[in-house]
């Protein structure tokens, strides 16, 4: 009984301590306990440091060719063996990370932000506009995916910077549909109507009332884009249309590899891993995210 | 003779309904069909009906919520009904509106603060200093303490959601409320503190107020002037006690007659209305209560009655007058 009364005490305490429950702390606290989504996030954070020191931390140089070493298997002086010009794919790999995640990150933030607009646009204001926009993405969408960002690389030409153009370009429709559906349901609330009741102006309402509450779904899906960004932007430059050949991007670095894929597995094996954890580890922590930013799974 | 806050002129809306293969517009929903009424400066005017009468319709289209298919709104010398979208943000300043649903009606990703602050920020009428004193007073105003300011509407419970509903219709001193079933969501007990903190609020701010229920009791308490509406029609409207005690419309008398009295001892004719309130979409010729009305005459059903003055104040639709 006197341990009830205790216990009931230290809950009152509690409540008093997180006086201000903020939708971020709310968010935080959903998100800690998933236990895979949290092992993601922390390993993308690591992807992040090793993209930022890159160069400082690769044992060996990615670019200079060393003949003494050519196709050389694991060991310790080359965890991951060389390369057929000798050059240590580990290092290769660290510094590739930067490219991958530069082009995943860059793409995936261009069509969200433009996507985004086109969705709030077209889902705020209906009509002609709506129907415009949404029809061009309809004719974007009837493309298979990476044919369209070959498309747009054959007009632009190859290379890492129209890469990035390409997978924006790709996946700006899938983002303007995702932000207008939930812009389309969030316009009828009745907090829409009530905030256009005391007299906001069309701009205050979309930015101010639908754009955050669109929010939790655009980051969701912005994780999970990036994983598909990465891998198609490294199938671009496997085909040779994106990165090109010295530099250290995965893709390209599987291409290289194709030719010995019997004689030396690991120049493709290593950077097929690399690129396989990362964009799994993206789609992991977009899954755990999706699961603690939605106002239904509560506990 | 008072002022006049705001005269309705034949408000009419018609929603069209969609049919045919090809989407043209075929057929109407006579939502509202030529309402017009008066509110003068510092009363309370309750709008009673049954569900889809449209009387939530008629308050949405005073706060131009929804744009009128026909008719004249005249508020303050000025028609809203042909402004402009400019305009009429500009106009909402004195014209705001609390919602039925306390839980829908304020942003869940917004703290109280920023939303009592949100009129004053649009109608750019503060700094930021002067907003934050202005909504820590409000909150003050309504029954809430100042720390609240910082909370988010999930933790607060529908009676005190209503109160910030009300500090923010509050914020930009408005001359006219509307308030569209405030308490129906709430329950008995926290219904009449809600409806006592809006009538202490009309008399320190001298509100005017519109006030939409489908609650014979709740608009008994707190109106001066009572219409009743009957599918889309305004069928009577007069001052509360004469309304209450001697209803001259067959509606309004079944009407009455449907209110619970809470002695069981007194013992009340029950006027049942036979069949169900007709579609609006395909209104009935002449008096649109014609088909359920025990005092049907011929000219019922062929001619539509129009509210005339059957005694001092006190109007009433029906050919038996």
């Avoid at chain 1, 060991?75 to 995943?104: K, P, Y």
């Avoid at chain 1, 646009?121 to 960002?149: E, H, K, Q, T």
């Avoid at chain 2, 910030?164 to 079933?181: S, T």
Wanted: hydrophobic share 45%.
């Amino acid at each position: 009984m006197k341990n009830g009364t205790v216990d009931l005490h230290i809950k009152d305490g509690r409540q008093e301590a997180e006086k201000v429950r903020t939708p971020f702390l709310e968010f935080w606290r959903k998100f800690k306990k998933q236990r895979i989504a949290m092992i993601a996030a922390f390993f993308i954070g690591f992807l992040f440091i090793v993209a930022l020191l890159g160069p400082f931390i690769a044992p060996y140089s990615a670019v200079e060719p060393d003949y003494e070493n050519i196709l050389s298997s694991p060991s310790m002086q080359h965890l991951a063996g060389t390369d057929a010009f000798g050059r240590d794919i580990f290092s290769r790999i660290i510094e590739g990370t930067r490219i991958s995640l530069f082009v995943g990150l860059s793409s995936v933030f261009f069509s969200a932000v433009l996507g985004t607009i086109l969705g709030l646009v077209s889902g705020y204001y209906g009509g002609w506009l709506d129907n415009m926009i949404m029809r061009i993405c309809d004719v974007l969408f009837a493309f298979p995916g990476i044919l369209l960002a070959i498309g747009i690389i054959a007009i632009l030409g190859p290379g890492l910077g129209n890469v990035v153009i390409a997978v924006a370009i790709f996946g700006i429709p899938t983002f303007a549909r995702i932000v207008r559906s939930s812009t389309l349901s969030i316009k009828e609330t009745l907090y829409v109507e009530s905030a256009r009741s005391v007299g906001a102006s069309a701009k205050r309402i979309i930015f101010k009332h639908i754009f955050p509450s669109t929010l939790s779904s655009i980051i969701v899906y912005f994780t999970m884009r990036i994983g598909t960004a990465i891998l198609t932007a490294a199938s671009l430059s496997f085909l040779g249309l994106g990165a090109q050949p010295p530099s250290p991007e995965w893709g390209a670095m599987l291409s290289a590899g194709r030719d010995f894929l019997n004689t030396a597995p690991h120049v493709t094996f290593f950077p097929g891993l690399s690129i396989f954890i990362t964009v799994l580890a993206f789609n992991l922590l977009g899954d755990g995210l999706r699961d603690a930013l939605d106002p239904k799974m509560k506990d | 003779m008072t002022e006049l806050l705001l005269e309705v002129k034949n408000l009419k809306k018609h929603f069209p309904v969609n049919k045919g293969l090809f989407g043209q517009k075929k057929s109407f929903v006579r939502a509202v069909d030529g309402v017009s009424l008066t509110i003068e400066k510092g009363e309370t005017l309750g709008l009673v009906g049954e569900s889809g009468c449209g009387k939530s319709t008629t308050g949405r289209m005073i706060t131009r919520l929804l744009a009128p298919t026909e008719g004249e709104i005249l508020f303050d010398g000025r028609d809203l009904s042909k402004l402009n979208d400019k305009q009429i943000r500009e106009a909402r300043k004195e014209l705001q509106m609390i919602f039925q649903d306390p839980y829908a009606s304020l942003n869940p990703r917004m703290t109280i603060g920023e939303t009592i602050a949100e009129p004053l920020i649009v109608h750019n009428m503060m700094n930021k200093k002067d907003r934050i004193k202005k909504v820590h007073e409000l909150l003050e105003c309504v029954g809430l303490t100042s720390y609240h300011a910082n909370r988010y509407p999930h933790e607060f419970s529908g009676g005190q959601r209503q109160r910030i509903g009300i500090a923010r219709a509050l914020a930009v001193n408005p001359k006219l409320i509307v308030a569209d079933e405030p308490v129906s969501a709430l329950d008995v007990s926290i219904q009449s503190q809600v409806l006592n903190l809006m009538q202490d609020l009309q008399e320190e701010f001298g509100l005017t107020y519109l006030f939409i229920s489908h609650d014979l009791s709740v608009v008994e308490h707190i109106s001066d002037r009572v219409g009743v509406m009957y599918l889309g029609k305004l069928v009577e409207i007069a001052r509360k006690e004469t309304l209450y005690e001697n209803p001259k419309h067959p509606y309004t008398k079944a009407l009455m007659s449907a209110v619970p009295i809470a002695n069981p001892r007194v013992k009340k004719e029950r006027i049942v209305l036979q069949g169900d309130i007709p579609s609006p979409s395909n209104p009935p010729t002449g008096c649109t209560f014609h088909p359920r009305c025990n005092a049907c005459m011929e000219i019922c059903k062929t001619e539509v009655p129009l509210l005339k003055e059957t005694s001092p104040g006190h109007f009433s639709a029906c050919h038996l007058y």
